[in-house]
């Protein structure tokens, strides 16, 4: 399974859901990959901890081998980390990714990540693919790559609006390049039950047919809590009402 966390709009917790979502997938013995192609490195560091940037070799270092001719180019995995959790490796970030950018559309190289992981398939069960906020190159190398696309949702009407854009690229994404990538659902997360705004605009995409999954992740401080100590939910309290929810959405998604 591979699965793809995409949304062109920042702050709506991709980082999040991909990080804690995988956690949960390697506790419970899958073999886990995560990618991180989002510049600001937030799931790496979320992962890795302070010493993020230290790790080398990172997913900019793999990218930047496609443009080279190599008689013997590195294997996918020598871009691959341990993380200190078991079952759980990452393919880190890059702050720098956006500086190879227009080389690797000039070469046509969004293949380039799609051919890694069919090499790497055999020893992942499940591949979480992090995002950057926009429809570039490497989201679209995600699209390519991946199955599935879980899309982030944090009740904004501004979010709802861009929400038809996002989808209209997934479709025109998988009648161009990958007919077997499907939309999972939208995860709408930062929820709070109790207002009125978010009710309303969850009620509109659900009278629009879209597929908007039953299970939410509620807004907490916790989250942070977790960013901060770099420990993904499911080790940091695993007791904890949106640990359960992540735990939920989990179980949701893989039935």
Do not use: W
């Amino acid at each position: 399974m591979r699965r793809v966390v995409f949304n062109q709009k920042g702050g709506v917790g991709k980082s999040s859901i991909a990080v804690n979502l995988a956690a949960i997938s390697a506790a419970r013995g899958i073999r886990t990959l995560v990618i991180d192609l989002d510049p600001q490195c937030n799931s790496s560091h979320y992962l890795l901890g302070e010493d993020y940037m230290d790790v080398q070799p990172d997913i900019r270092d793999f990218f930047e081998q496609t443009l080279t001719f190599q008689l013997k180019p590195n294997g996918p995995e020598y871009f691959v980390h341990e993380t200190q959790y078991e079952n759980l490796h990452l393919m880190p970030a890059n702050s720098d990714l956006g500086d190879l950018q227009s080389k690797l559309e000039s070469k046509h190289k969004i293949y380039k990540l799609r051919d890694a992981l069919d090499k790497l398939s055999e020893s992942y069960d499940a591949v979480y693919i992090d995002t950057p906020p926009a429809f570039n190159f490497y989201t679209l190398s995600a699209l390519v790559a991946s199955e599935r696309c879980l899309i982030p949702f944090d009740c904004d009407e501004f979010a709802r609006q861009a929400l038809y854009s996002l989808l209209g690229n997934v479709h025109e994404t998988r009648e161009d390049h990958n007919d077997k990538l499907e939309v999972e659902g939208i995860v709408v997360n930062q929820y709070q039950p109790r207002a009125s705004l978010p009710k309303r605009i969850v009620g509109e995409l659900l009278d629009d047919d879209l597929p908007v999954l039953e299970t939410k992740i509620s807004a907490s401080v916790k989250m942070k809590e977790s960013h901060d100590d770099t420990c993904p939910l499911i080790h940091m309290a695993p007791k904890h009402k949106l640990t359960l929810q992540f735990v939920e959405l989990f179980e949701e998604l893989s039935k």
